[in-house]
C-alpha cells in the first residue's frame, strides 16, 4: 500500500522558516518524480516545487530563492524547506509522488503564516 504521510506544519510568523518533511511507504521512492503543491483558501492547487529521481529541480516562481526542495533516498523522504515565508504561503501542503503519468498524493499539512 502506497502512503505518503506530510509531517512539519504549523503556524509561524512572517519571516519565519519551516521544514517540511513526506515519508514515503510502498514506492520505489528513487525513481519516482516528487513534488510539493499547495492549496490556499480560495485558490486553485498549485505546484510549489519537484525533483526529479537524479535530483533536478523547478520552483514556481513566487518561491524562488526562499524555498528548497530535496530528497533522502534512503530514508525515502522528501524535504521542502521554507525560509522568508510570507502571509501568502499560507496554505496546505501537500506531497506528491509521480511515475509514468500516475500522481499519488499525501493527505495534506497546513501551513499558516502570520504577518
Known amino acids: 500500500q502506497v502512503q505518503l504521510v506530510e509531517s512539519g506544519g504549523g503556524l509561524v510568523q512572517a519571516g519565519g522558516s519551516l521544514r517540511l518533511s513526506c515519508a514515503t511507504s510502498g514506492i520505489l521512492f528513487s525513481i519516482h518524480t516528487m513534488g510539493w503543491y499547495r492549496r490556499a483558501p480560495g485558490k486553485q492547487r498549485e505546484s510549489v516545487a519537484r525533483i526529479t529521481g537524479g535530483g533536478s529541480t523547478n520552483y514556481a516562481d513566487s518561491v524562488k530563492g526562499r524555498f528548497t526542495i530535496s530528497r533522502d533516498n534512503a530514508k525515502n523522504t522528501l524535504f521542502l524547506q521554507m525560509n522568508s515565508l510570507k502571509p501568502e504561503d499560507t496554505a496546505v501542503y501537500y506531497c506528491?509522488?509521480?511515475?509514468?503519468?500516475?500522481?499519488?498524493w499525501g493527505q495534506g499539512t497546513q501551513v499558516t503564516v502570520s504577518s
Open positions: 506528491t509522488a509521480e511515475r509514468m503519468g500516475r500522481t499519488t
